[in-house]
């Protein structure tokens, strides 16, 4: 019995002097190893696997080709690690035993940073981040507002971040303009970006519309302002094939800003106007606040409708040329976001905003017609939809927040019949846009609300396919 304890015992040893990742022997190219971050607190490993493995150990280290340790097992050929410290690099490999423990493979080493989650504060008060595009490299690009003071005097700013595909800040600048300026919208473009916004100074009564081209790396490339007798605001623009874009709008009539006019302009690739048409109502306010192309060159724009103390929700087709060819109202209802969808051969659109229930979704036909409508958290009337998107399955995905306190902050997943897929709701949260990304998740922007409405930090977060971030 002794001689079978000692025999274990050696063998024990044995094995253990044989995984220790000190004296793995063997070749290094039969186990191909990718590391990639999913979430600030997660990365998925993934590996090509040999025919006569047993085993895959997995090690990880922060300190390069040094000090790695043994995290875990497993039979599969791939891993998520958990519980990771955001905007963190790590290393890895595996090593490959077969059922005798006698071939031992070493994979390579490969690396990734987890996910920033949020960051500070740019100024001393407010900071929100409003749009959100995907870059050429895998990174992202946000716009929003921020605040400078000045003694006791508070100035709103443009903000824009562009941040690494890790999460990472890249470049971080805020944007002053005649004195004040606010970014609404944001277009990614062939070779860079096109901010859509406004810009004010202490002098003038009104807004003066703002475009900024900037290229892949946030540097600007040209700045352009449009006013005439009465204010101006860009809400969102679209590319065309030839670099030129169309913009959609605003321009008030008022000093209340109670009245006024949609617009809609095309600019040539070097912001110079090439056409303007302004849509008027009977009385009111028609404001247009994102703008999406159609299969047959025209535009589907929609935005609020402002009569008295009445909102409508309004959906407004135009041609090619900016003149519109149809319009449809929807009483107690607001739009403040669209997508494009083709399915079966047919192209519909969906319009996100809210109206008496809270945050809604209204899926139209071509020709303006209700397809369905769904209120998306009738338990919360403070709920808003904020942004809709279509995804790369042909469903639609959308977020927005609960304006009643405390904020949270919401992000699902529809398919085209209704149905919902997930849902998650975040506190102390407050979501303004959503993308996808490269690897079939979603990446979020908004802000992080503070102690009271004047306090808040910008956010961005990074999802999985299902909507997780993290050990969800």
Known sequence: MKTLHAFVVVMYLTFLFVCSSDSIVGTTD??????????????????????????????RS?????NFILIDSTTNLNYKDKELKSSTLYYYYVVVIDAKYSQIQKSNIDSAITFAVSFGKRFQFYNSLRSLVNTRDGGYFATGLTVDFVGLDGYLLGWQVLFSQTGAIIKEQSYKGSGYASFHGLCKSSGGFLICGSTYTDDSSFDTGLLIKLSDSGDEQWSKQFSDTSGMVFWDAYELTDGSFIICGVRYTDFSFTHGYGIVTKVDRNGDTVWTRYHSTDSGLRMYQTIVSASNGTFFITGVLRTQNAFSGILVTVDDNGNETAFQSFHECRFYSSTRIVSSGREQFLAGGKDSTGAVIKLFDADLNLVWSKSLLADNPGSIT?????????????????????KRGWYCKYSINEELEWIHIKENTDFTDIIQTNDGGFALCGEYPGEDAYHSDGCLIKTDSYGKVGNE
């Open 30 to 59: 039969e186990t191909e190893l990718t590391a990639t971050a999913i979430s600030p607190d997660s990365i998925a490993l993934v590996w090509t696997g040999i025919s006569d493995a047993k085993i895959y150990h997995i090690y």
């Open 62 to 66: 922060e300190k390069d080709t040094d």
């Open 386 to 406: 904020r942004s809709v998107i279509t995804t790369d399955d042909n469903h639609f995905a959308m977020c927005g927040g609960m304006t009643v306190s405390p």
